[in-house]
């Protein structure tokens, strides 16, 4: 322990620490996982590079929520949802790996809080299956896709963009390669944006303010 966590710890006041993990901490349904802001460092999952095959921090069942950590590179496959339900909230990615976030099957309806997600190479957040996904005071600092729902899917997704800030975005807000998903927005903030094609990538039609 060095020397402030020391004197910290003998006030009574908790500090933050640095977290190790080895394998993927799974969140049983209905349970939360408080991080008490603490770092968590992920060894031998993964390099954080564009992979496919890395483990993720957190595997999250239905209706359950990991809240109040910061996930330190490398940031191999960020957090999973893999249940019918779930919330990530207060959550800091220092810098993202292959993706940060993903709605895995079966989707349904999913929430992300107050939460920050910095340097994706190419995509934040990720959705491959059928949900109703609500992000709430969020900031995406650097990414390709802000959010991508898989490519080549046809099922239908409402993702609401709630206070949301995208900076420096290079490709789009959010992409999808379905006709019946929905992009809504209130109060989305986007600076830096360079996109070709929008940032709804050629489907503003499917995105309306609420
Ligand atoms: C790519 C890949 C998908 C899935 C996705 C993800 O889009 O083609 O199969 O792995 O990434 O969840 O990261
Ligand atoms: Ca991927
Ligand atoms: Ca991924």
């Given amino acids: 322990m060095c020397a402030l966590a020391a004197l ?19 969140v049983a349904a209905g349970a939360t996982y408080d991080g008490h802001g603490n770092t968590i460092k992920a060894v031998g999952m993964g390099d954080g590079g564009q992979g496919e095959s890395q483990k993720p921090f957190f595997k999250i069942a239905s209706g359950g929520t990991v809240k109040n950590v910061i996930l330190a590179a490398p940031g191999v496959d960020g957090i999973h949802f893999v249940g019918t339900s779930g919330t990530v909230d207060h959550v800091t990615w220092q810098d993202i790996g292959e993706d940060a976030i993903t709605v895995k099957s079966p989707g349904g309806t999913h929430v992300l809080s107050n939460s920050t997600g910095n340097q994706a190479a190419d995509k934040f957040q990720q ?3 059928a949900d ?9 600092n650097v990414s390709g896709k802000c959010l991508r729902q898989n490519g080549g899917t046809s099922f239908k997704c409402t993702f609401y963009f709630n206070n949301y800030t995208s900076i ?11 006709s019946t998903t929905r992009f809504r927005y209130h109060n989305l903030k986007v600076s830096g944006f360079g996109g070709s094609k929008g940032w709804w990538y050629g489907r503003d039609s499917q995105a309306s303010a609420f």
Avoid: F, Y
């Fill in 132 to 140: 109703t996904w609500t992000m709430t005071n969020v900031v995406s």
């Fill in 127 to 129: 959705c491959n299956a």
């Fill in 168 to 178: 420096n975005a290079h490709e789009a807000i959010g992409r999808t390669d379905s």
């Fill in 8 to 26: 910290l710890s003998l006030a009574g006041i908790a500090s933050a620490a640095t977290v190790t993990i080895t394998s993927t901490i799974n």
